[in-house]
């Protein structure tokens, strides 16, 4: 596992990709935060398009966080859970607004996590902790190493804990990521990390 110096940085923001098994997964790491959570954390979990999704009104009974679904042109505000909506990317601006596309599909899925993960690496820089958990495609891998490449901090799930593990895998194999952990791991550093702040 790659070397990183947590209080080197100091983390503005948090991304976090997930598909498959990802509902339980983000439960069990952002239930437990607390209301006074400062950092902004925005997620792309991929879901059917088929259906009205009620993520939002999942996560706002279980977590003490405010939670919304990303809107084009909102400005980033701390302490917020943001998710992407079904059938846009959702990008993350220079100005931390966010904006929204229907571009073509990216390893099959729109939005996508690497979509995501790279438009907030190029405005985050080293202050952004990218997340990838449990989840059935490559999606992410691309995204992830671009959040490496501009001094950000990257988590995986641990495969062997996945629901399923080709998600966190396929990061793993592009390039190592700085912290392979358990979810009970990354809760805790969730925790941590808005220390840095």
Same mark, same amino acid.
């Given at each position: ?27 069990? @790491? ?10 902004? @954390? ?34 980033? !505000? ?24 229907? &571009? &073509? ?31 059935? !495609? ?8 671009? @959040? ?11 495969? !062997? &804990? ?21 979810? !009970? ?8 990390? &808005?220390?840095?702040?």
């Amino acid at each position: 596992m790659a070397s990183f110096k947590l209080h080197d940085h100091k983390i503005n923001a948090i991304v976090i990709g997930t598909s498959a098994g990802g509902i339980r997964a983000l439960l069990k @790491i952002l239930s437990p935060l607390p209301p006074t959570y400062k950092l902004p @954390i925005i997620i792309v979990l991929h879901l059917p398009h088929n259906r009205e999704s009620k993520l939002i009104d999942v996560f706002q009974y279980h977590c003490s966080l405010p939670v919304r679904e990303a809107q084009d042109k909102e400005h980033i !505000n701390a302490g917020t859970l943001y998710f992407a909506g079904t059938g846009y990317h959702l990008s993350i601006e220079h100005d931390l607004s966010f904006s929204l596309s229907c &571009e &073509e599909h990216v390893s099959f899925a729109r939005p996508s996590i690497d979509v995501l993960m790279q438009s907030a690496a190029d405005a985050y820089g080293q202050g952004l902790a990218g997340f990838l958990l449990t989840g059935a !495609n490559h999606d992410g891998a691309d995204g992830m190493a671009c @959040i490496k490449a501009a001094g950000g901090l990257t988590i995986v799930q641990d495969p !062997n &804990e996945a629901e399923i593990p080709l998600m966190p895998q396929a990061a793993i194999n592009l390039r190592e990521p700085d912290m392979i952990l358990s979810l !009970n791991e990354i809760h805790a550093l969730l925790v941590d990390l &808005e220390s840095c702040k």
